[in-house]
Each structure stands twice: as C-alpha cells, then as structure tokens.
C-alpha cells in the first residue's frame, strides 16, 4: 500500500466521522456560502508571474517544514508580497492542517483561497465553500472519470473553480470534461515522491488549451519558472520553498521581484 492509498483510506473514515459532527445543512448556514469566489484562473491570466503560495506545516515526504508560523501571518504576507492564490493544506494527519486554517487565511487576506485537500466526497465540497475557499484540488490518481465529472459539475454549482491535478497522460486523457478550470501537472511521484520537472514540459503540449495550465512541487527557483513559462504554464504551486523560512510572505516577495526583474 502506498502513502496515498494510505491518506485516502483514512480520508474516507475522516469524512464520515466529520458528515457525523456537521451536518450538510449546517454547512450550508455558513454566511461565507453566498460570498462570490475571487476567481484564481482570472488572477493567474492576467499575472507575470503566476504564483500561488503555500501554507504547508509538514508533509509525508518530508516530514516537518515549519510549525512554528500562524496562519494569519502568512496570509497576510503572501498578500503584501503581491502573490495570485494561496494554496491551504486542511489534512490534517499527514499534513499537519485543517479546515481552521481556511478559515482563518480567509479572515486575513483578499486572496483567492485553493483548498488543498484529498476530495472524495461532495461534502468536503460543500466544507470547502463554508469555510471559504475560492477553488478546490481534484487529483486524478484517486478518483475515477466519473467521480471528476460529478465533483466538479457539483463545485461548479456552488461556484468554485475547480484544480485538476495529474501526473500522467492516461490521467490527463480520462479527465477532460469542461467542468474543470485549470490542469496541474504534479511533477511529484506519487509513488516514490521524486521530483522531476520534465513532467510539466512532456505534458504540456497535451493539455487542451481552453485550461489554464499549472506546475505543482519541486519549483524552488526562478529558472524553473522561466523554463516553464514558454511550455503555457501560468500558474506555479510553491510551498516548501516559502514556508521553510521564518518569514514566506518576505520570501514571496523577493522570489516575484527576481521573477518579475
């Protein structure tokens, strides 16, 4: 079994047990339901340089990254360092995370929210809406054709963009359906958690180009994100890069001002 078999295994007890505490009908009295999304794919379109910065205390492959930082901090930071999106971990077994943390770099910033999460279920849907996130993670290697078409036709309804993560062509081919928003190509091996950034490069001339392309894991410098930006990437997942430092909102900064110069 591998760690994701492992996460979604646990993930689907996790929802149960959180359908059991929060019923859909409380969920759905959140005041934050009738917020309008602040669209990410509009940001990434009309940005140079296309970052969506990460909260992220630890992680499976390498253990702890920083669990000393607040939320609101970071938050707060990413927006001043004049970031597109900020990507929020809620796992919190393996990631450390949690739906508080949504909820709290809501309150702290104007930011499109992604909700970084492994959705099997409609109600962490709903859960993502409630606590205010702007677009949602699907990822390819746990959910079937129509479990992708039924996810994101039902985002779509509670008007929240919807993030498709793949790692491979095959993943690519059953998932296309125009409820996606924009195509991540995870350059992560699920499997062995190596990183190689030839995954965005080898894919993306596949994608079809109504979706908004982005890279995910493994970006840490600059001359990544300028190797990618001819290949129509246009938007770059960075966490472990920022959230390694004391101080990722000035870490943000400094990144987009080499980027940008």
């Known amino acids: 079994m591998t760690i994701l078999d492992k996460i979604i295994k646990d993930k689907y007890k996790e929802v149960e047990l959180r359908k059991a505490l929060i019923p859909v009908k409380q969920l759905e009295q959140s005041v934050l339901c009738d917020r309008p999304i602040n669209s990410l794919k509009a940001k990434l379109e009309q940005s140079a340089s296309g970052i969506i910065a990460e909260h992220k205390r630890r992680s499976p492959s390498k253990a702890t990254i920083n669990q000393n930082l607040n939320v609101d901090d970071v938050a707060k930071g990413y927006q001043k360092a004049g970031v597109c999106g900020m990507s929020v971990l809620t796992d919190m077994k393996y990631f450390g995370g949690g739906l508080e943390d949504l909820l709290t770099a809501r309150a702290s910033c104007e930011l499109p929210l992604l909700r970084k999460e492994f959705i099997i279920d409609p109600y962490q849907i709903l859960e993502a809406k409630a606590y205010g996130a702007d677009v949602i993670l699907l990822i390819a290697a746990v959910l079937s054709r129509d479990e992708i078409k039924s996810l994101s036709r039902f985002a779509q309804q509670l008007n929240i963009e919807v993030l498709l993560e793949i790692h491979n062509e095959n993943e690519l081919n059953k998932s296309m359906m125009p409820s996606l928003d924009m195509i ?41 994100i300028k190797m990618l930006q001819p290949f129509g990437y246009k938007g770059f997942l960075i966490g472990e890069n920022f959230m390694k430092t004391n101080q990722p909102g000035t870490s943000a900064a400094n990144f987009i001002k080499q980027l940008e110069s």
Request: net charge negative; charged share 20%; no cysteine.
């Open 184 to 224: 991540g190509v995870n350059n992560r091996n699920l499997k062995t958690f190596e990183v190689d950034l030839n995954h965005s490069i080898n894919l993306s001339s596949i994608i079809p180009k109504e979706f908004l392309k982005v890279s995910e894991s493994g970006i840490s410098s600059v001359e990544a």
